[in-house]
């Protein structure tokens, strides 16, 4: 029989609830899911119907090779039928075009009889406008959930719950409050706090080691938000780091984005997840050995902590590192072909920003580690006096 302990269900109940409420205040005035260009559906390919090349009248007035290279750019457009299987027009055949062009950089397959795709409606007819990706991300996040359950059991179940509770307050509350014009600053630092706090308490328990974890990883995204404060003074930074950043400047309504705040909450939401990993890991260590060395002293505690944050400090700045610069892989390669200099690539700003990523999210780590242990050490050996 599963015991469900009362300050577990405090913990949920007041998560959901903090979710609830934060939820509807942030969504006020947002400005989101705005597209001029009409509706879109899912749906399933029947038949292709045809396929041709444009054919324009004043192509006449141009010589044969003018004519062809033309329609080489021009490309080739497939007409077919498709079943919506989703929405209020679930059980339509729709009849839309898929259109190649090297000018609109679009490399996805031909589509055929019993593909599903999404359709957009531009008010002049429909088109292709993607394959759905979404039930393949669906099974393989059932995947992930079943193998979470299947090697952490109830551990596992509690990784999951703090997961949805993080993706959840990231999703349905920092960003609606971006979208709504809160500060930035503030609904980043709320975020964090909430997330540092919850995910301990639910993987942990209300214990001393979730408490050590929790004041180790709030130390550890203070020091780095207060670095990226530092240097985005320092680096001049304007926000504009790539043409998303453009679009964002002018968004529709009133709403005027802080795009250095945006960078910043990117920064220390990033590095949050690897300096709760961080703090979780040495507090449950600790933990461990307070346990089985029961004469064990201050000093003693202190120094294994910082020797286990030393293992621990080489993988996890690579894995911060690598993370950006995997995420960030495409832009570097475009900005490595057309920079003038690696001193002009170095002192891009989209490029400067990533560096000040990793290498922010890096200190906020390593400067985790021995606070942790020093948390640690004072709650641990307390409570053993006691």
């Known amino acids: 029989m599963i015991r469900i302990s009362i300050p577990y269900l405090l913990t949920i109940t007041a998560s959901i609830l903090f979710i609830i409420i934060a939820h509807n205040i942030a969504v006020n005035d947002m400005i989101g899911f705005q597209n001029p260009q009409g509706e879109y559906a899912r749906a399933k390919i029947q038949k292709i119907v045809d396929r041709f090349k444009p054919e ?8 044969d090779f003018e004519q062809d290279s033309f329609a080489m750019v021009q490309g080739e457009t497939i007409v077919f039928e498709a079943k919506v299987t989703h929405g209020t027009r679930k059980g339509e055949v729709i009849t839309a075009e898929q259109t190649f062009s ?7 397959k031909e589509v055929e009889s019993g593909d599903s795709v999404l359709l957009v409606n531009n008010e002049i007819g429909w088109y292709f406008g993607g394959y759905i990706r979404t039930t393949g991300l669906l099974v393989l996040g059932i995947v992930f959930i079943l193998c979470l359950l299947l090697f952490g059991g109830k551990k596992g179940f509690n990784t999951i719950l703090s997961l949805g509770f993080t993706c959840t307050a990231i999703f349905a509350v920092f960003i609606p409050a971006i979208l709504s014009g809160r500060n930035i600053y503030v609904m980043s630092l709320l975020v964090c706090a909430y997330t540092t706090s919850i995910v301990p308490l639910i993987v942990m328990g209300y214990n001393k080691k979730s408490l050590s974890a929790i004041a180790g990883c709030a130390a550890g995204i203070v020091i780095s938000g207060i670095i990226t404060l530092v240097m985005d003074k320092a680096l001049h930074l304007t926000g504009i780091v790539d043409e998303h950043s453009r679009y964002l400047v002018n968004l529709p309504g009133e709403i005027q984005l802080n795009l250095n705040a945006v960078i910043f909450a990117g920064i ?3 590095a949050m997840g690897a300096i709760m990993d961080v703090s979780i890991s040495i507090s449950s260590a600790l933990w461990e050995i307070r ?4 004469r064990i002293q201050f000093k003693e505690l202190l120094r294994s ?30 900005l490595s072909v057309y920079s003038g200099s690696a001193l002009s690539l170095f002192n891009s700003e989209m490029i400067a ?8 999210g890096s200190l906020g780590i390593l400067c985790a580690m021995p606070l942790t242990a020093l948390f640690c050490s004072v709650i641990y050996l307390k409570e053993k006096k006691d």
């Open 102 to 108: 090297p000018l609109l950089m679009d490399r996805s």
């Open 353 to 360: 920003v990533e560096i000040l990523q990793a290498l922010a």
């Open 56 to 63: 324009f009248d004043f192509l006449d007035d141009y010589d």
């Open 305 to 334: 902590g910082i020797n286990i944050g030393r293992d621990i400090m080489g993988t996890m700045s690579d894995t911060l590192i690598l993370a950006y610069i995997g995420s960030s892989l495409t832009v570097v390669l475009l």
């Open 268 to 270: 220390i939401i990033g």
């Open 291 to 294: 346990e089985n060395a029961r």
